[in-house]
Every structure is written in C-alpha cells, then in structure tokens.
C-alpha cells in the first residue's frame, strides 16, 4: 500500500460480522465490557480497545489512521473542528511563562488564540514576517517552546521554507508545529522536513465539498498522547457521523486537489494577463517571490488564487457584487468556487497598517478555485472584472 491513493482508499477498520464493503458508521457514546475485570484492564489501557466516544471511536480511529499514513505520522488525534485541534494542541503542550514564536500571517481565529485567549495563562506569541526568516535567531526567546507556521498563508499566500524551519526548529531544540490546512498532505507532507506536529481544518479540503466541520493533530506519538490526554478530560473530540464523512472524503482527496489545481494553474494565468489586475499571487506562477520554495515542498500549487483589483476596497466590493456563479461565502477548499474580499470582511476589523503587514491590500481578493468547469469559472470572472 505504498501509493497515496491506495492509502487513502484501503486503510479501513476491520470489517464487523455484516462484511460490508463500505465502512460502517458507528453512532454510539460508549461500548461495553465483558465482565468487571475487562473493564478494568480497559481503563488501565492494559488493552487498546474503544470506551467511550470522547477517548475514541471506530470512525475517528478509522480517520486518524488514515490521516497518519497520509502524513507520515505516528499518531494523532481527531477534533470536531480545525480550530478545537489548534487550541488543544497549545494548550496540551504549553505552560504558564511559554512563548510561541509565530509567522505573521495566520488564520483569523488563530491570531484571536493568540493575542486574546493565550495571554490570560501567560503564553505570548511574537511574529515574524515571511520575510524575516533569516533573521529569526533575533525572534527566540530562552522560554521559546513552540514554531509554528502556516504555509501558503491565508489569505496572502506567502510561502514558508519548511525545510529551512525544520532545521531551525531542530538545531534550536523548538517543537515545529505546521497548519498544513492549505496544502493536504496530498500535496505537501510537513513532517518530511522535520514538523513534529501537523494540523488540519478538516473542514476545508479534506471534507472537499462544504458539510461538516472537523479537525486532526497527528505527529511524534508522545506529543499526541500529551494532547490526547488534555482533549480525552476536556472533550473537544469530533462526532463519528464527521468521522465517517471524513474518512470517505479522504478517497477522492487526490483525485480532487488535481483537479482544483488544473483549475486554479489555468485562472491564474489567464488572471495575470488581464489589464485590470494589478497582481496575482498563486505558488507555482514564476511571478510568486518564493515559487522555488514552493515548488521544492509542494507538488503543485494549491487551489487557492489571491488576487489583487487596480482601485481599492470599493472596486474590490464592486467585484464581488457582480459575481453571480462563484459563492460569497467563508468556506474555501469546497466543490463550488469561493471568492472573498478579505479586507471589507475577515480582518475589516484590522487598521489598514495591519492588513498590510499581513500581506491584505485593500483590492486582494481571494478565490478557493473549486471544481466546475474552468470556462464556466472563467465567463464569471470575466463578466466582473470588464463591467
Ligand atoms: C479554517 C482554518 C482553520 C480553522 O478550522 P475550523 O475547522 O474552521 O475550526 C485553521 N487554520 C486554517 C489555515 C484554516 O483555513
């Protein structure tokens, strides 16, 4: 079962009595013991068998094993949503006095982490810019535990050298830690580059097609088992129902981001050459200030395309009222095509300055390219930025 595709389809729980082909779906809080001794045993994890649902289940089991081969991890575990899985994972590993050292750009909710929710226990972030990163010796403290990066970055699509930071986190004695949310492990494995931790919305790409929420945290077994622990008495685990979706989705997880990236190569391109775009910022376009990076760590681009409208907010607000195929929603990674004006929406409650630093000039929009048919795509697109 070497092959990503093979991996994603066959990895599967052991069949029940039925012998279904499909795995089954296991809607149930807890399970039962023989008798007083096998439960015993059970707590005591003499024997590794499902108790109760916020511990384990047969579907998110099922997910994290997959979710782990995919990685190239050694365990993990599955949250209900992308940001339980964030949170739980800092608050499994850090203590009062710890420091994170962060790249700047980094998911609304988990720069709200943060600024906001970290600092009442005493853990503070400090950030750097995908620019600094040569000089990022200036940024450790002595109480630095933990790097963490997004790459590509939301929404400004900066890239992160994962194998420089690997090396970094590694020579300096720093837990590296990577939302690989963009990405999938289908097109970028973190851990091959010294990531001790890997964390998924499972929301976007992985569940590919806009329904449930979910998240994971797979990585080095004695980390996970830290957060297993801290989610196994708090009780951010995610529902079987989500498992099972997920689980499913992961199927046509390569098939699917080969085809959002056909789609997004040909948008990007054609974007670039249209006179009332200012710039286009994809990976794999050699107009990307890290493309070498990006193509060194990823296999292709992703299906995310960040564009930028010549004008500002008003003719970026203007564009998104004259779309009428693509979605206006906050999803991305979905079947159906997403665009977003991040600066009149997610960080309009940032002061101009700081959008800038995070890479949001006020005519970026961002587009999650989904899988319709590209001319169908395209026609929208059009259609908008000419009225
Ligand atoms: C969406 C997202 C999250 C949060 O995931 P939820 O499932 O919405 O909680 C975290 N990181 C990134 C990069 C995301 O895009």
């Known amino acids: 079962m070497s092959h990503f595709e093979t991996q994603a389809i066959r990895t599967q729980m052991e069949r029940t009595a039925f012998q279904e082909h499909s795995n089954p779906l296991f ?13 015993r045993a059970s707590f005591a994890e003499e024997k590794e068998r499902a108790i109760y649902s916020r511990f384990t289940n047969p579907n ?35 203590k009062s006095g710890d420091h994170i050292l962060s790249c700047r750009s980094v998911f609304g909710s988990t720069h709200g982490l943060f600024t906001r929710y970290l600092p009442k226990w005493n853990i503070n972030t400090t950030y750097f810019g995908a620019d600094q990163v040569d000089q990022l010796d200036d ?14 970055t939301n929404p400004a699509i900066e890239i992160l050298d994962l194998e420089f930071l690997g090396q970094f986190a590694r020579e300096r004695g720093l837990l590296f830690v990577v ?14 580059f010294g990531a001790h931790l890997v964390i998924h919305s499972a929301t976007k790409l992985i569940d590919g097609q806009g329904r449930v929420l979910g998240g994971i945290t797979v990585g080095q077994k004695d980390l996970i088992r830290e957060i297993y622990l801290f989610a196994r008495n708090t009780g951010p685990a995610l529902s079987p129902f989500n498992a099972w979706v997920l689980s499913k989705s992961l199927e046509t997880l390569a098939v699917r981001v080969e085809k959002h990236c056909d789609n997004a190569e040909i948008l990007a391109t ?13 990976p794999f376009l050699d107009s990307h200030p890290s493309s070498e990076i990006a193509r060194k760590q990823m296999k292709r681009g992703g299906n995310i395309v960040a564009f930028e409208l010549a004008g500002g907010l008003e003719v970026g607000r203007e564009f998104l009222n004259k779309i009428a195929l693509c979605s206006l929603s906050a999803n991305l990674g979905d079947t159906r095509t997403i665009v977003t004006h991040p600066a009149s ?18 005519g970026l929009v961002r587009m999650s390219v989904g899988l319709e048919h590209v001319e169908d795509i395209w026609t929208d697109l059009l259609q908008a930025l000419n009225n």
């Open 139 to 152: 940024f450790v403290l002595p109480e630095t535990k933990i790097l963490y990066v997004e790459t590509p």
């Open 27 to 39: 809607l149930t809080s807890s399970f039962v013991f023989d008798d007083a001794e096998d439960m």
């Open 345 to 362: 929406t997610t960080h309009s409650k940032l002061s101009s300055e700081e959008r800038l630093q995070v890479g949001i000039t006020d």
């Open 60 to 94: 998110t089991s099922e997910l994290v094993d997959k979710m782990c081969l995919l990685e190239g991890a050694e365990a993990g575990y599955a949250f209900a949503t992308g940001m339980a899985a964030v949170f739980s994972t800092f608050a499994a590993l850090l």
């Open 270 to 282: 054609r974007l670039e050459e249209h006179s009332s775009i200012k710039r286009v910022k994809y």
């Open 179 to 192: 939302d690989n949310c963009f990405a999938t492990p289908y097109l970028q494995r973190p851990i091959d």
